[in-house]
């Protein structure tokens, strides 16, 4: 996102538009993905020698959950982005830097599809949200259960 400093009027200038997820350079991370445009709602005013930027940014973006593995997508966003730089009249100021590091410092460290992700049990390493195991009580085994799933399918006809 590139603002030029010559088209902002006296009273500011709403900017309402997107960017592609390209901007991010996530493509080297391995379980985080944009899944759409950087979307920003920016208000710029000018000051002698200086472009002031206030707004908010939202992308959705799929992870990894740290509990059960599986991929989710979550919307991230950072409602008070803010962005003061030199600039003089003639001059364009590039926020796609400042845009990526506010985004990527809203990321979750920890991050879980859902609050009550049930995660893999740590035995059998069933995924607890959509089976439930044997371990706990440790009656039966895991194949068990696994044969009980086949047979459900079978009997659906699939
Ligand atoms: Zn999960
Ligand atoms: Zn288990």
């Known amino acids: 996102m590139i603002i030029r400093m010559a088209e902002i009027p006296e009273q500011g200038r709403q900017y309402v538009g997107e960017d592609p997820s390209e901007v991010l350079e996530l493509e080297s991370e391995h379980d985080i993905h944009a899944e759409g445009p950087v979307s920003y709602n920016f208000h710029a005013q000018t000051a002698p020698g200086e472009l002031i930027v ?5 992308v959705p973006v ?8 599986e991929p989710f997508k ?3 966003k950072e409602p008070n982005f803010a962005s003061v730089r030199e600039a003089e009249r003639d001059q364009s100021v590039d926020l796609t830097g400042e845009m990526r590091e506010a985004i990527i410092l809203a990321f ?6 859902k609050s009550d992700c049930k995660g893999l049990c740590a035995r059998c390493g069933a995924s607890l949200n959509r089976e439930q195991c044997d371990c706990k ?10 044969d009980g799933l086949e047979l459900k399918k ?5």
Do not use: D, H, Q
């Not at 206030?54 to 939202?58: A, E, L, N, Q, V």
């Not at 799929?62 to 593995?69: G, I, L």
């Not at 979750?108 to 599809?113: D, L």
């Not at 009580?137 to 696994?146: D, H, I, R, S, T």
């Open 74 to 76: 979550m919307t991230i």
């Open 137 to 146: 009580g440790n009656k039966g085994n895991v194949w068990a259960a696994l």
């Open 62 to 69: 799929s992870f990894r959950c740290s509990k059960c593995a």
């Open 108 to 113: 979750p460290n920890y991050p879980v599809c």
């Open 54 to 58: 206030r707004g908010s940014i939202s």
């Open 154 to 158: 079978e009997n659906k006809g699939e």
